[in-house]
């Protein structure tokens, strides 16, 4: 499996708040059962909405975001949880980047660390909300300084932008995110090129919007969470779809060829189904906002996404991480599977 990073060094961040309105406090989750030295359980974490990884020379970084971010680090993804965290950016006290901080990932570009998040003025209105970048030179982001890049975004189209991803294919990086149009409040994905990791250049391009049923749980009517997939000649951008304090959040796709032209809506075929459900039987409530990486040894790959373990909890601290391993179609799709069941004892990667 391949993807827009090198699977030899991949990253791990969790967005702490996400589409979070609120910080309730973290419903308790049911005891579990002791793993073996060959399995582990999920939740990775008690509380840790918008989860992504990334890896770089043998370790995985867990990236949650607040009032500030933070960078967990840990070879082995079945011990997160025994892992402590370091704060890497703390923001402003005031200004147009000063709170409500979403949705981080960390990205490995051009021998730099980057971090793209969401971020407004502190408070309660959360219509400023706008993507932003830091960058950090050192080998490892748990170290060296951040340097706020400013705003990232497309002057001729500057509204409400957050969970920004990175897609590099034939030879040229672009940006995807969830934003609106202007016109109205329904959460659409766009895609840009770009000049360099902080700077758009040309024209926004409307990939996806909500349209069917499962993406229409709501309001607001939701895509949001893109993330790069590519495998076997073709990209995947998978992403969740209805309200993140909906039972029903859910992952959906659109599938492209690995060399078509990522900014021609027609490059793309959308999924008329969800790829991941939720399964309330499992305990696995809104699952969605999730990140793709490959097992320590390499031969396994790994999805990492949210859930909430009771229905009802909403899109709030009580979201927790969880991963699995999943397969791919003989059509070359991947096969996430079902949720697995909360607390249920898992092979852990290979190689931990």
């Not at 060094?9 to 910080?23: D, Y």
């Not at 189209?157 to 940006?175: C, H, I, K, P, S």
């Not at 900014?263 to 409530?285: I, L």
């Amino acid at each position: 499996m391949t993807s827009l990073r090198s699977w030899r060094r991949v990253l791990l961040l969790l967005g702490l708040l996400g589409c979070q309105r609120g910080t309730p406090t973290v419903a308790p989750l049911p005891p579990t059962p002791a793993p073996s030295a060959a399995t582990f359980t999920n939740p990775l974490l008690p509380s840790g909405p918008d989860p992504w990884v990334a890896q770089k020379d043998g370790y995985y970084y867990m990236h949650t975001t607040g009032t500030n971010l933070r960078i967990w680090k840990t070879a082995k993804m079945s011990e997160l949880g025994a892992t402590s965290s370091v704060v890497v950016w703390t923001p402003p006290p005031t200004g147009p980047a000063s709170g409500n901080l979403w949705a981080p990932e960390l990205h490995w570009l051009d021998g730099k660390w980057y971090i793209y998040y969401t971020a407004g003025p502190e408070g309660p209105n959360l219509g400023q909300q706008r993507t932003w970048v830091l960058e950090n030179a050192a080998a490892d982001p748990t170290t060296g300084t951040w340097t706020d890049k400013g705003r990232l975004f497309s002057p001729a189209a500057d509204f409400w932008a957050f969970d920004g991803t990175v897609l590099e294919q034939n030879g040229r990086r672009y940006f995807v995110w969830s934003g609106h149009n202007g016109q109205d409040g329904i959460q659409r994905l766009y895609i840009s090129q770009m000049s360099n990791p902080w700077t758009l250049t040309g024209p926004r391009v409307e990939l996806s919007h909500p349209e069917y049923n499962w993406e229409l749980q709501g309001p607001p009517y939701v895509n949001e969470g893109p993330e790069i997939l590519q495998h076997g000649g073709k990209t995947f951008l998978v992403y969740s779809a209805s309200f993140c304090g909906t039972d029903f959040y859910a992952l959906g796709m659109l599938t492209a060829s690995s060399t078509a032209d990522p900014m021609r809506p027609a490059s793309w075929t959308k999924s008329a189904r969800p790829v991941f459900s939720p399964n309330p039987a499992g305990r696995a409530y809104a699952t969605g906002h999730n990140g793709f990486f490959r097992s320590r040894d390499g031969q396994e790959n790994w999805i990492i996404y949210h859930a909430n373990s009771n229905a009802g909890e909403g899109c709030e601290n009580r979201r927790n991480p969880r991963m699995q391993k999943f397969n791919w179609n003989a059509d070359g799709t991947p096969n996430f599977g079902t949720p697995a069941p909360l607390a249920t004892p898992l092979a852990r990667p290979g190689g931990e």
